[in-house]
């Protein structure tokens, strides 16, 4: 488990990184609550637009591995490609569930109205995922770290606003609503709004089942990519 | 490895190579950009498949990249390939790590290997603090932490001061020493001629010549070496000292025309009047080859002529 060591390591070692990784999640817990919209307060709602940032940030570490040669080095030490990414996505993940957890129970400890906190963190975990795996699947598609970053943003910015997590899809004229199941953001949505007014545990289930396929299908693409 | 094809699209970037390393040599591998030693690199270890032919690493031709065997290789690449964010320790410990030491052993081995490279001192800095050259040798060190048996090294004094290159050629005949066999490739022929014990010669994809250091000049032995400085090199009659019979190669590099001749043809004076009836000579002056002349004469090249690396 060098690489997962070492990953963590590399993550909390950049002082941008250490701002970004604990300033943030804890910054949403003091938001307000909108009204009548979004359904929970405004930093959970961010949240997820938060997470995909977070996601592409630490993936690039990845990235920066192949460009700078490292991942070379590695390929021809006893390491295979499968263990090395899956210490650093395993890595990855640790860190946005630290995040995740500390945005719910600082906010039920802070006393937000989150309804019911652990699925909430159900939610978030299966969100991460999938941010996780289209994050990993979008830097096999660049060469350069910083376009990657920005073309991601442009990315994070279309499922933001077409995913229904800065503006309701239910304002969205019908063929815009359609497109908008597409993306992952509106799984997110669609499960807080489940935390808030469901009932149905099943519904709750798909949604996270949702979220899971995204994790799956981008998992394979960012994967079966070598990064040589 | 033998008979070893590697093509990237129409390109040829190994044409049936050829090459044995024994065990305790230092082999250096001489060849201009594009030559394909870094494919050789690729290929021999595993990095990239190859489309015909075999590879046989520590006596192992089927299936050679074994996890055992990856254990017993090193790779000083060409890219300075640490972490910026971790202290030279750091550094070391990660790829130690990855090599399977854990414990005490990785903890000797990450301080030998910084005190072998001339850096326990900085043991606890990060990267960015480095000069060129001390980037050079925690890159070099980060592949001896497990005491591989073959290291191959790639280009690894690339843009570095004269004394951190004497270090680093000093580290690599006492790596030798202690029974490590590497190929060491370069452009430098100077490094080459100090430090290799046999001398193989690449250019095009192809496998030229490879010998030891003598060998390889006295392969070249019947040929003499022509230096003239001249007022002007562009009236030079290029063609016409070409086609003299025994001319083998002319150069011409700022003022100065070297012509590679068959030795004791006579050409000497032929060449002098020739350039005479075109420009004023200011200077001529014979020598005996080198490695250069060997590589000048098997490939019709300078060393460090430019291309891409294939």
Same mark, same amino acid.
């Given at each position: ?16 990184? @250490? ?53 070379k080095?590695? %390929?021809?030490?006893?390491? %295979? ?12 993940? @640790? ?23 652990f699925?909430?963190?159900? /939610? ?21 770290? #910083? ?14 606003? /077409? ?6 899809v %239910?304002?969205?004229? #019908? ?14 949505? #669609? ?9 149905e ?28 | 490895?033998? *008979? ?24 250096? =591998? ?15 270890? *595993? ?7 075999? $590879?046989?690493?520590?006596?192992q031709?089927?299936?050679?990249f ?12 060409q ?12 550094? =070391? ?5 990855v ?10 081995r ?12 900085y043991?606890?800095?990060?990267? +960015?603090?480095?000069? *060129? ?16 048996? =073959? ?8 843009? $570095? ?10 580290? !690599? ?8 066999? $590497? ?49 002007? +090199? ?22 100065? !025309? +070297? ?23 200011l200077? $001529? ?9 060997v ?11 430019? *291309?891409?690396?294939?």
């Open positions: 488990m060098t690489v997962f060591r070492f990953v963590f390591l590399r993550s909390f070692r950049n002082t941008t990184n @250490l701002i970004f990784l604990t300033l943030f999640p804890l910054v949403c817990i003091f938001m307000p609550q909108g009204d009548p919209w979004p359904v929970l307060p405004y930093g959970y709602q961010l949240f997820g637009v938060f997470l995909l940032f977070v996601s592409i940030r630490l993936a690039s570490y990845i990235q920066v591995d192949r460009m700078s040669g490292v991942v080095r590695l %390929s021809i030490a006893p390491l %295979s490609h499968a263990s090395y990414l899956s210490q650093h996505l395993l890595a990855y993940l @640790l860190i946005i569930m630290l995040q995740c957890v500390i945005l719910v129970y600082g906010g039920v400890l802070y006393g937000q109205p989150l309804i019911q906190p699925l909430l963190l159900i /939610l978030y975990i299966s969100y991460s995922l999938a941010a996780l795996a289209i994050a990993l699947a979008w830097i096999t598609l660049f060469r350069n770290k #910083e376009l990657a970053f920005f073309g991601f943003m442009s990315f994070v910015f279309l499922v933001s606003v /077409l995913g229904g997590i800065i503006v309701p %239910s304002m969205f004229p #019908e063929w815009l609503a359609r497109i908008a199941v597409l993306f992952p953001t509106y799984w997110l949505a #669609e499960g807080q709004l489940w935390i808030v007014y469901g009932n545990l099943g519904d709750f289930l798909f949604v996270n089942v949702v979220l899971w396929l995204y994790a799956l299908v981008f998992m394979i693409i960012g994967s079966t990519r070598k990064l040589r | 490895m033998q *008979g070893v094809v590697k093509r990237y699209g129409n390109a040829v970037a190994l044409d049936y190579v050829d090459l044995a390393i024994y065990e305790g040599e230092i082999v250096g =591998l001489l060849g201009p950009n594009g030559a394909g030693k870094t494919t050789l690199i690729q290929t021999m270890t *595993g990095m990239v498949p190859i489309e015909r032919g075999t $590879i046989k690493l520590f006596g031709s089927n299936n050679p074994t996890h055992a065997n990856k254990e017993k290789l090193g790779l000083v690449t890219e300075i390939t640490v972490y910026d964010e971790l202290t030279a320790k750091e550094n =070391l410990q990660f790829f130690a790590g090599y399977g030491l854990k414990g005490s052993e990785r903890k000797e990450v301080q030998e290997a910084l005190a072998f490279v001339g850096l326990a001192e043991a606890d800095k990060v990267p +960015t603090k480095f000069s *060129g050259g001390m980037k050079r040798r925690l890159n070099i060190a980060c592949a001896l932490t497990h005491r591989p048996k =073959l290291l191959i090294m790639d280009e690894p004094t690339v843009g $570095i001061d004269p004394q951190s290159r004497n270090h680093i050629l000093e580290s !690599v005949k006492k790596l030798q020493e202690q029974g490590t066999t $590497i190929l060491y490739t370069t452009h430098y022929m100077e490094e080459v001629q100090e430090i290799a014990s046999r001398v193989v010669i690449m250019d095009q994809g192809q496998m030229i010549k490879g010998g030891t250091v003598d060998q390889l000049i006295q392969s070249i032995q019947h040929e003499e070496r022509i230096h003239i400085d001249v007022a002007d +090199t562009s009236l030079l009659p290029v063609e016409q000292l070409q086609s003299i019979a025994g001319v083998m190669h002319v150069d011409v590099a700022g003022t100065r !025309v +070297t012509v590679i001749s068959t030795a004791g043809s006579g050409n000497v004076d032929r060449i002098l009047s020739l350039v005479k009836e075109y420009t004023g000579v200077g $001529i002056q014979t020598e005996n080859p080198d490695l250069e002349d590589f000048l004469t098997l490939t019709g090249k300078q060393l460090r002529d430019g *291309g891409g690396e294939a």
